[in-house]
Each structure stands twice: as C-alpha cells, then as structure tokens.
C-alpha cells in the first residue's frame, strides 16, 4: 500500500459543484500539506498543517478549504467549483521541523470542472 | 521571498551522455533540498534529499550537490538513458516546501 493515498485519482465534476479530495498517510508524520499543479506554474502550496489543531493558509487559498481530521487524514474542498481549479492536486506529508527526512507524495488527483 | 529557478527548462541528449541539472534559490536560509522526477501526469517520486550540513548525495547513477552559500545545487546524472525521461524538479525545505519549475528531460535512444 502507498504511504499517501489520494482519493479519488480522477474527478470531473461541474462548475458550482462541492467537491471533497482526500488524503489519508501511513508515514505517521505529523505535518501535511495541499498543492496544486498547472502547467506553466509549477506546484503551488493551497494549505498545509503542522498538526491536528494547527491550519495554515498557503499562497493561493482562495476557494478552498481544509479540515484535518485526524493525524493521517487530511481532506481538501472546493466549496463552490470553477473551471480554473481544474488541475493536479497533491497531497504530501514530512516529519518535523525542516523536513529533514523529505517529503512524501501521493499519487495526485486529477480534477477537471466543466 | 524564496524564489527557485532552473536551468534548463528543457533537454533533449542521446542516450549514454552525462547530464548536469541546475536548480538556485535566492535565501540561504534552507533547512534542506529534495529532488523529485515527476513522469507526465503522475505523482512526484523522490531521488535525492539533501539535509542543509551536507554537501552531497549519491543515488545510483545520480549525485546531487549543495552549495547553501551560494544558493545552488545541481543533480548529476551519469549515463543517461531513454528511461530517465521525465521532469525533474528541485525544491527548497524552509517551513514548507518551495518548488522550482522543473526541467523537462528527454533521452532518445
């Protein structure tokens, strides 16, 4: 089994739609993270969490939201879709300050608004 | 802000050629540095991570280094062949991790 699994691997859903992206992680760390990739912009951070209790913005927040639902679980939504929030979504984990054992990256979800 | 750039953004190399990838970053005030590969459309596999108090890592036929003071850090691969294809990305470990754009590689036979 993968260390970060993200469900699901593909979505098209449409615009104005509530849509919910998973992230589940066997690493056992403590700080996970949100991103999203567009060509031409490389991965850009949306959210990210040090721990259960801590939520943090990251620089293109906007029309999303995060809840941490437990150490291993961390689900991204996207309250209302558009269509340029179509993209590759990633889901990553690291352990402690500085992530001095790197980074850990599930497989991506691929979400197209229509 | 910590901006990461690399050179190039893309490669075309026949098989068998020795390829040097550059990534910098404009704040020295990085705990670490990971290079990933990322195959079109899939996930990011990591290759390499360099902790801030080393100067190198080697993997295979991969070797990454870091120069902190000058902000630089370039992933060496040996031998290249047609599957070292992909996208290769560096990103900086402050508080979180900032990504370069990538350079996209290909290795013809």
């Known amino acids: 089994d993968a260390d970060v699994t993200q469900t699901p691997r593909n979505r098209i859903t449409k615009t104005g739609k509530r849509i919910m992206l998973e992230c589940s992680q066997t690493?056992?760390?403590?700080?996970m993270y949100w991103y999203r990739q567009d060509p031409g912009l490389g991965l850009r951070l949306i959210y990210y969490?040090?721990?259960?209790?801590?939520?943090n913005k990251g620089e293109i927040s906007d029309g999303y939201s995060v809840s941490r639902q437990a150490q291993a679980k961390f689900s991204l939504s996207l309250e209302s879709a558009i269509p340029n929030q179509t993209a590759l979504y990633f889901c990553?984990?690291?352990?402690?300050?500085?992530?001095?054992?790197?980074?850990?990256f599930g497989s991506g979800t691929r979400l197209t608004v229509v | 802000k910590q901006e990461v750039t690399q050179i190039p953004a893309a490669l075309s190399v026949p098989e068998g050629e020795n390829l040097v990838l550059n990534c910098s970053f404009t704040?020295?005030?990085?705990?670490?540095l990971q290079w990933f590969r990322q195959d079109p459309g899939k996930g990011l596999t990591s290759l390499l991570l360099?902790?801030?108090?080393?100067r190198e890592q080697t993997s295979g036929r991969l070797n990454a280094s870091l120069d902190k003071s000058s902000g630089r850090s370039t992933l060496y691969i040996a031998a290249s062949q047609p599957g070292d294809s992909a996208t290769y990305l560096c990103?900086?470990?402050?508080?979180?991790?900032?990504f370069g754009t990538g350079t996209r590689l290909q290795v013809f036979p």
């Open positions: 990553a984990t690291s352990a402690g300050t500085g992530g001095a054992m790197g980074y850990t």
């Open positions: 690493k056992g760390h403590d700080r």
């Open positions: 969490s040090f721990d259960v209790k801590d939520i």
């Open positions: 704040d020295s005030a990085i705990y670490n």
């Open positions: 360099i902790q801030s108090s080393q």
């Open positions: 990103a900086v470990i402050t508080d979180k991790l900032i």
